[in-house]
């Protein structure tokens, strides 16, 4: 059964950049649409961005577009999350979630694995 570990979170200051790191075990990720999600203190968790499987199509929520950018590597069995020009309301806990189909949808959080999550805290 897929698992799925985030990693890269961690304290940054405003207009940095950082990559979060989404690694499977136990499954080829190449046949899942992967999503980054996050929630921030009190808010309720939100959708990044998402990669179809293979890689083909992405998506980005409004907030991150130009700044984020989401990719898959095959060899590592890793989707990475590239994340410039910081700033403090991309603070959150980070999660990946991946479902066994094609496409995906940046908002769409009915995803049957979800790894445990990372600490991203930007703040100056």
């Known amino acids: 059964q897929l698992q799925l570990v985030e990693s890269g979170g961690g304290l940054v200051r405003p207009g940095e950049s950082r990559r979060l790191f989404c690694e499977a075990t136990?499954?080829?990720?190449?046949?899942?649409?992967i999503n980054w999600f996050r929630q921030a203190p009190g808010k309720e968790r939100e959708g990044v961005s998402c990669?179809?499987?293979?890689?083909?199509?992405?998506q980005y929520v409004d907030s991150v577009k130009g700044r984020f950018t989401i990719s898959r590597d095959s060899a590592t069995n890793t989707v990475y999350l590239q994340m410039n020009s910081l700033k403090p309301e991309d603070t959150g806990v980070y999660y990946c979630?991946?479902?066994?189909?094609?496409?995906?949808?940046?908002?769409?959080?009915?995803?049957?694995?979800w790894g445990k999550g990372t600490l991203l805290t930007v703040s100056a």
């Open positions: 979630a991946a479902d066994f189909r094609v496409e995906c949808t940046v908002s769409d959080a009915h995803m049957t694995t």
């Open positions: 136990r499954a080829d990720l190449q046949y899942y649409a």
């Open positions: 990669i179809s499987a293979r890689g083909g199509r992405t």
